[in-house]
Every structure is written in C-alpha cells, then in structure tokens.
C-alpha cells in the first residue's frame, strides 16, 4: 500500500511537469508564429547623396534621428524593427528601396529635412502618399504627438515640380494630386511615411533639433506615434 502512494505522488508530480512544459511550448511557439509589426526607419541620406547642407548636413540629421528611433524600436519587443541603412553605409534609392521589401515592412518612416534661401524658414511636416491609409494613420498619430509636445506638424503631400530646366522644386500640399512623389516613395510599395523634421538652413530649427537631445526628442515622439498605432 505505502509503496503505491508514493508512485502515484510521482506520476501527479510528472503529469504537472509535463503540462507546464507543453504549456511552454505552446506559449513559445505562439511567440515564434505571430508576427510583430515590421517598423523600417529609414535615414534618407548617407554620403555619397548627402542631401541639403546648412547648419548641418541633411544625412547626419536623418542618421541621428533614424538611429535613436532604430533604438527605440528595437528595444520594444512588440516591434520587429529594420534599419534601412547604417551608419557609413551609402545605398541609392533603389538599394534602399530593395531593403524595404525585402524587409516586408508594415511601415517605413524616412527621415528627411528641408532647406531654405531664407532663414527664416523652419518648422517640420510628414509628407504621405496619397490613397494610402496605413501612412495616414501613422503620419496623424505622429503630428498629434508633435502637436502635443507644442509643434505644428502638417501631414500632407509632396510633389516635384520642374521650375526650370532640370530643376525640381517641392511642393507640399494638403490636397491630393498627380505628380512626381519623393524618390524613396516612388520606388517601393511599403505604405511609408516620410518625416521632415528641420530645416537645415534655419538656425532655430538646428539648434533645437541637432545633436543627441535634439535627435532623441524627435525620435521618442515618432516613437510615441508607433506604439499607439501598431504597439497592441
Ligand atoms: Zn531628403
């Protein structure tokens, strides 16, 4: 008698181990087949197509932003976060564009600025593309973060517009037309947020926004946006 009690003590003990581990299984395996929402930051520049110069180089502000949001990004387990380009890397738009479908990203926000002849130029903008609903969202949360934080962060449209021979200007506009989009926009089907976030020829805007406080404040509100749109 005392000796069947004690196997059946045993067997309790080995069916409650076998059900945590099938529990843990199960749990590990729902871990590894839901998919978390692919987030691609993109730094629009790099060396080789450095973008506008002003008080700073187009490509080390959009590096220093896409940087701290990668970071961010990275450390939220509920994102699977993609660095378009690294540091020291130069892709063309068409390489980066690759990355991003390759990347089967649900987002991507491109990091950008605008340049001025005028100073006195500044302020921030998402540009989106037109009919595309998931850019819209996110491009919404964010300017509401912006807005929130006391920045005025118009969502909207851009266009290329020749001016004059082999000249393009870029016009932003809040109502949807045709035309010639943002390059990186043109060459991949990712819904896609581009975020312009200074002038670099404003000496407000670079003074503000430059340098790893500047970088982190315009990264944590971008951040912000992500996890109230895709952070369930
Ligand atoms: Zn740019």
Not at 18 to 40: C, D, E, F, N, R
Request: with cysteine; hydrophobic share 40%.
């Amino acid at each position: 008698m005392k000796k069947r009690r004690i196997h059946t003590g045993h067997l309790l003990i080995a069916v409650l181990v076998l059900l945590a581990m099938l529990g843990g299984a199960v749990y590990y395996l729902q871990q590894l087949t839901v998919k978390k929402p692919v987030i691609a930051v993109d730094a629009g520049h790099d060396d080789t197509y450095p973008g506008y110069e002003g008080y700073v180089r187009e490509a080390d502000y959009t590096l220093g932003v896409a940087e701290q949001l990668y970071r961010m990004l990275d450390q939220d387990s509920r994102f699977e976060a993609v660095m378009v380009r690294s540091a020291g890397e130069s892709l063309t738009v068409r390489e980066r564009a690759a990355r991003i479908e390759a990347a089967h990203a649900d987002i991507v926000i491109s990091i950008h600025a605008n340049a001025s002849s005028d100073p006195g130029f500044s302020g921030m903008r998402i540009a989106v593309r037109p009919a595309d609903e998931d850019s819209r969202i996110l491009a919404d949360a964010a300017a509401q973060r912006f807005a929130d934080a006391g920045w005025a962060c118009p969502v909207g449209y851009e266009y290329y517009v020749p001016v004059r021979e082999g000249v393009n200007e870029v016009v932003f506009t809040e109502e949807a037309g045709e035309g010639q989009g943002p390059a990186i926009m043109e060459a991949c089907e990712a819904p896609m947020i581009i975020f312009e976030g200074i002038y670099v020829t404003s000496p407000e805007d670079t003074q503000h926004w430059t340098g790893d406080d500047g970088y982190a404040e315009a990264a944590d509100l971008l951040y912000q946006a992500v996890k109230g749109v895709y952070g369930k």
